[in-house]
């Protein structure tokens, strides 16, 4: 961006950009709310989850916050509802009790805080302060609303009732791929300093030198998965970890979340609809305890979320890392699944334009995957803009996951993006891939 304003160049450029990305986002946020009646909207679907009509007034909530209160300096829409809003003081089992706004009172909230926001942008300067630069308070917001809008992807998966979800299939296989790749020892770059609208914790760029491994070339997949339960791997406390084992036994896990048996085979349920298991998709729904017994089992491990980023990025022709596996250019419907265009995996193959330089594919969209890291931060991590965002979840609480899903818009998803969740977590769209160190003198 330039330091000052050239009217019709960058700023109008970037606010025509800030605008396309605020409306498509709220399309997607009105298709997730609109799909059902408002006694749908107002009921918890599980305790893990919100009631949708909460997700749709703390996106608002968190909109005014930061753009009309804070970048726009304008007086507070509704000041009165911010401790309703506040995630961290609302745990999300007791949100249902709250006095929330019903459904027709918090869709007129978001649209006027969305029309200020509107306004405000007609008349920002980009230059004025750290959080404006670039857009990046914008980015940040329409950021948080598609992450709410995958979250409201997931309550929908675990709603009970009839269908109201549709979309088209994945595509289908245009390669034949598995089996692992090598990636030789050597120092990549990790994270970014120069992504306008990355986020706190994926900053700064920073070098890090690992040892050979290999990494699977695609996520571990439904039949291989299959493959573990049949060998009886959920029985077999030697492929699990301690605290893996007792959660296995005490939630009583014996296949991923939404799989029910069908005759010899499984079944599982996608958005209300149930449809027998298909062996070339990955496998999504679970946790990161199955994660790391399947790798166990498989002889492998996890990768560590280096090993994941360094897979995905590092380019061996120039030495530099990408912004995506296959390049710097934004994610393209050829590239990747992703944006709840679909709504589940593809099957392995079905994207060979999005593989990496060293043909790794499918590392962005289909499923997160699980790594073997904690969440910390970057070393030079600086919190920004403010400290909830990510330094609160640093620690041993939290694995990384990496990659995006299906229901992660591109917005929301770089080779550097990084997502934590607790490692007992399955109602995200998660699933996995496996690595193991390189052999000697390769
Ligand atoms: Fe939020």
Sequence with gaps: ??????????????????????????????????????????????TLMSPLVW???????????????????REPVRRDIDDLYDAFKQPRKDRPALPLLPPAEARAYVRTVRDKVYDLLDGIRFTDRRLVEDGFAFGMIVQHEQQHDETMLATHQLRAGAPVLDAPPPPEPRVDVGGEVLVPAGPFTMGTSTDPWALDNERPAHTVDLPAYRIDATPVTNGQYRAFIADGGYDQPRWWSGAGWQHRVEAGLSAPLHWRRDGDGWAYRRFGRWSAVRDDEPVVHVCWYEAQAYAAWAGKRLPTEAEWEKAARWDPATGRSRRYPWGDEDPGTGHANLGQRHLWPAPVGAYPEGASPLGVHQLVGDVWEWTASTFRGHPGFTAFPYRE????????????LRGGSFGTDRSACRGTFRNWDYPIRRQIFSGFRCARDAGDGE
């Design 389 to 400: 965002y990510s330094e609160v979840f640093f620690g041993d609480d939290h694995r990384v």
């Design 1 to 46: 961006m330039t330091t000052t304003e050239r009217p019709g160049t960058d700023a109008e450029r970037l606010r025509d950009r800030i605008a396309a990305e605020l409306e498509r986002t709220r399309a997607r946020t009105a298709l997730l709310t609109d799909a059902v009646d408002d006694d749908d909207l107002v009921r918890q679907h599980s």
């Design 55 to 73: 997700d749709l007034a703390h996106v608002g909530n968190q909109e005014e916050l930061w753009l009309v209160r804070d970048v726009g300096g």
